[in-house]
């Protein structure tokens, strides 16, 4: 039986154990040993990997975050320590590695590949679904049911109070949960960093609409905005003469139970991912866009930076 193992790498999300789970049962489907690297890069570099069975598993499909643990490795920048965790994978003759993470992640595969031969097959998982090539990233699907979960209980506050709410969502360099959540929230006002604007073009709308009854707003920013959540705040308060509060919404964002779609591209992540690698592809991202599933190169993900759906974006001008 040949060797195969997991590991998670950057921020988790939900989705990664019902990953796990599924890895383990379809690899011993396949007749392969699976293994767990805990703690990502550095459990390779810490020889924290172990062989693993159902037992492991059970019990975890509903359940956020990772079990297996998941870190950001400057070790895994150096050759000397890329070095030790190819002896290590190689002292466990483990041939195929399956890496859930970010673009940041899979350039670090990328190098470690040429090194070493190990192959390998990226899935991405990030909440910000900033990866270029796929146009869905493990965990985004639950971290928008919480978002979408918070902007409802956070409107009865405002409605009550008649007050306007800036609620921010995470994605520094990437507004696609802001504006996702801003076209199926009903909110009145999206600041993404992906497009330029100008809080003086509303003044006069939202003034008017004060007139015309409306008695609180709801504004979704993303993270990565020039402004500070507090300054658009402030204006709600100097320009609109609404009475205002900020609610980051932080890390509540990536944990939670996660969203049937999230466990159902889990399977289907993993599936494709262990198939291909049995299938000789060495060193690919499966990727998920509107045509299905498709394998892509390391280049090809981590060449450019994602740009949101076009359609999407032009919404926020009507």
Known sequence: MNNIAILCSGGDVSGMN???????EYALEKNLNPYFVYDGYEGLIDNNIKL???C???????????KIGSARSQRFMLQEHRKIAKQNLEALNIEMLVVLGGDGSFRGLDVFYKE????????PATIDNDINGTDYSLGV???LNIIKTSIDAIRDTASSFKRAFVIETMGRDCGYLALVSHLTSGSELCLIPEKEYDLKSYEESFKEQIKNGRKYFIAIVSEGIKQDSKEIAKWFEDKI???????VLGHIQRGGNPTIYDRLMAYKFV??????????RDESVICYAKSGFEFKSIEEVTSKTKELDTEMLSYLEK
């Open 116 to 123: 070493t031969g190990i192959k390998f097959c990226g899935i």
């Open 141 to 143: 699907d639950t971290a």
């Open 56 to 66: 492991d598993v059970a019990g975890i499909i509903n359940r956020g975050g990772t």
């Open 241 to 247: 003469g609404m009475e205002s509060r900020v609610s």
């Open 52 to 54: 693993t069975s159902y």
């Open 271 to 280: 599936t494709k991912a262990v198939d291909g690698l049995l299938q000789g």
């Open 18 to 24: 019902p990953a796990l789970k599924h890895f383990v």
